[in-house]
């Protein structure tokens, strides 16, 4: 039986890829109702940018709450000109298309599927 990755999991295994990348990774010191994960910042000689990540396991992606959240955070990076990466499971990337179409943040907003995938054994 495959176990999923929870919500926390998720967050931190993308922390760990964008740091892997460069990027430095913040908590959201922010008092606002609906706000990201966290937020990864890459900064070179040259150029500074900013991405907000709101990650979702395949059941959350589902609710209210985290169309409120992911709306919210879209908003707000369209004002500011922050990137907006939504890091969802692997095994629902196709649901997580499907959401940045119906709340339409797709604009703004960059999927990132995440998981870990595991060869299956051969049995003799």
Not at 17 to 39: A, I, R, S
Request: hydrophobic share 35%; aromatic share 8%.
């Amino acid at each position: 039986m495959e176990e999923k990755l929870t919500r926390e999991e998720l967050a931190e295994l993308m922390a760990t890829v964008l740091e892997m990348e460069g990027f430095e990774v913040y908590d959201v010191d922010t008092d606002e109702e609906y706000k990201p994960d966290f937020l990864a910042v890459y900064k070179d000689e040259e150029v500074e940018y900013q991405i907000a990540i709101q990650v979702e396991d395949c059941q959350s992606l589902q609710t209210e709450e985290a169309e409120k959240r992911a709306k919210a955070i879209a908003e707000h990076c369209r004002q500011s000109g922050e990137g907006f990466f939504i890091s969802v499971p692997l095994e629902c990337e196709e649901e997580g298309k499907e959401k940045l179409k119906e709340w339409n943040i797709g604009d703004v907003a960059e999927l990132v599927p995440i998981g870990l995938e595991f060869e299956e054994e051969e049995e003799e």
